[in-house]
């Protein structure tokens, strides 16, 4: 009991920062549950950096990871080169990776200038891509199989190798 009363203000403290943050990340969790299963529209076009088309018939039969993120963010910073480990890793497997921004075609070009990533980085800058899986933050990883949402996960998470193995292989290894 002495150590509860020596460090009460500490603990009032700690609480208060778990409360803002389980608040905080509330509605993104929610809104997540909401879009996951369902069905992704057969008419959704993804333009690539280098100015190729994608579209979901493209697509079928693969398991899809869409990556939101953005040049400033440093949790995308780290989560990328995860990515492009697995991606390498599984594309014989048919695992696409789609890295999704909105900023300007210049500023992305320049960004992954040093950066040693290959999956298709789609431009949108029009926001279609974003307001259509209702994005809140990033990074946002949506996983996508049988065009079904199976995923949704927004910021970083350190795992996120090992879920997509599992979706693609299911194994963790």
């Given at each position: ?18 409360a ?10 929610i ?18 950096l280098?100015?190729k ?6 697509l079928e ?5 869409i ?8 949790p ?12 390498q ?58 065009k ?12 996120i ?13």
């Amino acid at each position: 009991m002495d150590y509860i009363k020596e460090n009460l203000s500490t603990i009032i403290i700690f609480s208060v920062l778990i409360a803002y943050i389980i608040y905080q990340r509330l509605p993104s969790f929610i809104q997540n549950l909401k879009m996951e299963d369902s069905t992704i529209q057969e008419n959704l076009i993804f333009h690539t950096l280098d100015d190729k088309t994608i579209t979901m018939k493209d697509l079928e039969n693969k398991t899809i990871v869409i990556n939101f993120w953005a040049t400033w963010c440093l949790p995308c910073k780290i989560e990328m080169p995860l990515l492009e480990n697995i991606y390498q890793e599984l594309k014989e497997h048919n695992l696409v990776i789609l890295g999704i921004t909105s900023e300007e075609k210049n500023t992305v070009i320049q960004y992954l200038k040093d950066k040693n990533i290959h999956y298709p980085i789609i431009l949108d800058l029009d926001y279609n891509l974003t307001n259509y899986f209702k994005i809140q933050g990033y990074p946002t990883i949506i996983i996508i199989k049988n065009k079904k949402i199976i995923s949704i996960n927004t910021g970083l998470n350190p795992l996120i190798k090992w879920k997509i193995r599992w979706y693609v292989k299911k194994s963790l290894f």
